[in-house]
Antibody, heavy 121, light 110 residues
C-alpha cells in the first residue's frame, strides 16, 4: 500500500529557504512511469502544482515558481526533497507530496497528509 | 487564477443528481485525461475519477466522470449529506509541461 508523508519546518521567516522532505513507501521511484510531485494549497484556496520528479530523474517546475524551486530524489532512502527559496508570507499554506503512476503526464493518485507551512517574521 | 475553470459552488438535495463542470483548452483537457478529487475539510485530496471516467477501487458508483472536447464533468447521483465538500478537477497541460488544477467547487447538500 502506497503512503507518503511530508516533513519540514512549520514556520519560516520571510526571505528564508524552505526545505521539505517527502518520505514514501509502497513504491519505488526507480520504477518506470512513476513520479512524485509537490502541490500546495493556501488557506481556503485552490490546489497549485509546484514541481515534480520522474523515475528517470526528469524534472518539471511550475513556470511561475521555477526560479525558486529545486527538486531531488534519493531512491535508496525513498525520499524526495523540495527546496523553495526566498519565502514570502503569500507562500503560507499546506504543502502536499503525491505519487503518480501515469508516466510522463503526471497525475496524483495517492497523496500525503500535507504539512502546514507558515511564513511570518 | 486557476488554469481550469470550475463553478465555485454547486448544490443539490439528498437523492438528487448534481454535476460539476470543468473547462479548459486544447493544450490541457482537449488532449489529456481528466482527474477528479474530493477534499474533505482538513484532509488531503482523494482521487475520485481517473482517465476521464474510471473509478478507483472503493469509490462508489454514484460518482461518474465524462469528457467532451475541452470540458469535463463530474456527476454525483443519489446525493448524500457526506458528499458536501470540495471537488477539484485536474489534467496535464502540454504547454506548461505540468499538471493543472481547477479552482475547486464547494458542493452543498441542502
Amino acid at each position: 500500500q502506497i503512503t507518503l508523508k511530508e516533513s519540514g519546518p512549520t514556520l519560516v521567516k520571510p526571505t528564508q529557504t524552505l526545505t521539505l522532505t517527502c518520505t514514501f513507501s509502497g513504491f519505488s521511484l526507480s520504477t518506470s512511469g512513476v513520479g512524485v510531485g509537490w502541490i500546495r494549497q493556501p488557506p481556503g484556496k485552490a490546489l497549485e502544482w509546484l514541481a515534480l520528479i520522474f523515475w528517470d530523474d526528469g524534472k518539471r517546475f511550475s513556470p511561475s515558481l521555477k526560479s525558486r524551486l529545486t527538486i531531488t530524489k534519493d531512491t535508496s532512502k525513498n525520499q524526495v526533497v523540495l527546496t523553495m527559496t526566498n519565502m514570502d508570507p503569500v507562500d503560507t499554506g499546506t504543502y502536499y507530496c503525491a505519487h503518480s503512476p501515469y508516466g510522463g503526464k503526471f497525475a496524483c493518485d495517492h497523496w500525503g497528509q500535507g504539512t502546514l507551512v507558515t511564513v511570518s517574521s | 487564477q486557476s488554469v481550469l475553470t470550475q463553478p465555485p459552488s454547486a448544490s443539490g438535495t439528498p437523492g438528487q443528481r448534481v454535476t460539476i463542470s470543468c473547462s479548459g483548452n486544447s493544450s490541457n483537457i482537449g488532449g489529456n485525461y481528466v482527474y477528479w478529487y474530493q477534499q474533505l475539510p482538513g484532509t488531503a485530496p482523494k482521487l475520485l475519477i481517473y482517465w476521464n471516467n474510471q473509478r478507483p477501487s472503493g469509490v462508489p458508483a454514484r460518482f461518474s466522470g465524462s469528457k467532451s472536447g475541452t470540458s469535463a464533468s463530474l456527476a454525483i447521483s443519489g446525493l448524500r449529506s457526506e458528499d458536501e465538500t470540495d471537488y477539484y478537477c485536474a489534467t496535464w497541460d502540454d504547454s506548461l509541461s505540468g499538471p493543472v488544477f481547477g479552482g475547486g467547487t464547494k458542493l452543498t447538500v441542502l
